[in-house]
C-alpha cells in the first residue's frame, strides 16, 4: 500500500518538457505569423505546422493533466484504504487497553501463575513428607535393631 514517490517528479519532468515545446513552438509561431503578416513572405506553411505542434502539445498536456488526476484517485483511495485500516487498529488497541486497565493492579493476571505454583508446591510438599516419613521410618527401624541386642 506504498505511494510510489517517484510519480511526482516524473509528472513534473513531464511537464517542464511540455513548458519548454511549448515556449519553443510559440515562438516559432510567432515568427511564422511576423513572417506572413508584418513581411509579406508566404509562411503558411510554417505557421501550420507551428500550430499543429501547439495542438499536439495542448492534446499532451491534456493527457498528462488525466493521468494525474488519475493518479491522485487512486492515491486517495490507497489513503482512505489506511485510514479504514488505523481505525480498525485503533478500536482493538482501545479494546486492550481497556482489558489491560482491569488486569493492572489486581491479581487477575496472575491467576494462571498462581495456579502452576500452588501445584508445583504441592508436588514438593508430598516430596517432602516423603523424605521426612522415610527417615521417621529408617531411624525407627534403626532404633528396633539396636534395642533388640
Request: aromatic share 14%.
Given at each position: 500500500m506504498e505511494i510510489d514517490k517517484r510519480e511526482s517528479t516524473v509528472f513534473k519532468n513531464k511537464l517542464d518538457m511540455l513548458q519548454s515545446q511549448f515556449l519553443i513552438a510559440m515562438d516559432r509561431y510567432r515568427g511564422a505569423l511576423t513572417e506572413q503578416y508584418l513581411e509579406g513572405k508566404d509562411s503558411s506553411n510554417e505557421s501550420k505546422n507551428a500550430e499543429?505542434?501547439?495542438?499536439?502539445?495542448?492534446s499532451k498536456a491534456f493527457i498528462l493533466t488525466s493521468?494525474?488526476?488519475s493518479n491522485i484517485i487512486q492515491n486517495n483511495n490507497?489513503?482512505?484504504?489506511?485510514d479504514e485500516y488505523l481505525t480498525k487498529l485503533k478500536k482493538n488497541v482501545d479494546k486492550e487497553n481497556k482489558i489491560l486497565k482491569v488486569v493492572k493492579?489486581?491479581?487477575?493476571?496472575?491467576?494462571p501463575r498462581e495456579k502452576t505454583i500452588k501445584s508445583i508446591m504441592d508436588i514438593k510438599y508430598i516430596e517432602t513428607g516423603?523424605?521426612?516419613?522415610?527417615?521417621v521410618?529408617?531411624?525407627?527401624?534403626i532404633y528396633k535393631y539396636?534395642?533388640?541386642?
Open positions: 499543429n505542434l501547439i495542438n499536439d502539445i495542448y493521468q494525474v488526476n490507497k489513503i482512505e484504504s489506511l493492579g489486581s491479581q487477575k493476571g496472575a491467576v516423603m523424605y521426612f516419613f522415610s527417615i521410618g529408617s531411624t525407627f527401624l539396636l534395642t533388640k541386642k
